[in-house]
């Protein structure tokens, strides 16, 4: 008898701290478990991924990697913007109002939350990433989610610096016009 009370002891340890050592993560998440959505759940492979399936853009993956990003989990969702902590991306359209962990089957852009401000991330031709730079009023960014012809070069803006977006239908499916009226000066 006390043979068998002493494998319930060992055998549990042994297996945790051969986890450990390996560096598995066995993490639990009950709510997801008992989440009534149907819906398949994001995994690790899947980060990152676009609809279509194809991988996200390289420079795209530098950018979140240079700014220290991790992914909106889905328990984040429903957090009101301003409440949601730096260091996250997620997926919305040009209303912002909510961020997803996911990118829908509808087009929508990459926003990028770090510093405490709210950026959207996309591809723009070079012409109008110009008038940008060099701080000029009232123009218009045409911004893809994806690189398209003539619109090849990764591109953020600060979501405040954004007077009115809206989307426009594409062959490629939707472009955001983004219409900047004036870049506040930074006061140093």
């Not at 960014?141 to 405040?160: C, K, N, Q, T």
């Amino acid at each position: 008898m006390k043979r068998w009370a002493l494998y319930l002891i060992v055998v549990p340890l042994g297996l945790g701290g051969l986890v450990y050592l390996v560096g598995l993560n066995f993490s639990i998440h009950v709510a997801d478990m008992w989440s009534k959505s149907p819906q398949a759940k994001k995994t690790p492979r899947d980060v990152g991924r676009t609809p279509d399936g194809n991988a996200v853009p390289q420079e795209v993956l530098m950018l979140r990697h240079k700014h220290q990003l991790r992914p909106l989990t889905e328990r984040e969702e429903s957090t009101p913007i301003p409440n949601l902590p730096n260091g996250i991306y997620g997926f919305s359209t040009c209303s912002v109002v909510e961020l997803h962990s996911t990118r829908s089957n509808t087009f929508s852009l990459e926003i990028q939350k770090h510093d405490g401000i709210m950026f959207y991330v996309g591809y723009a031709a070079d012409e109008q990433i110009e008038h940008y730079l060099t701080s000029q009023k009232n123009f218009h960014i045409l911004m893809s989610p994806h690189p398209r012809e003539g619109a090849s070069s990764l591109f953020d803006i600060p979501v405040e610096f954004v007077s009115k977006c809206e989307e426009r239908p594409d062959e490629d499916g939707v472009l955001f016009d983004l219409f900047v009226k004036v870049i506040p000066e930074l006061h140093i």
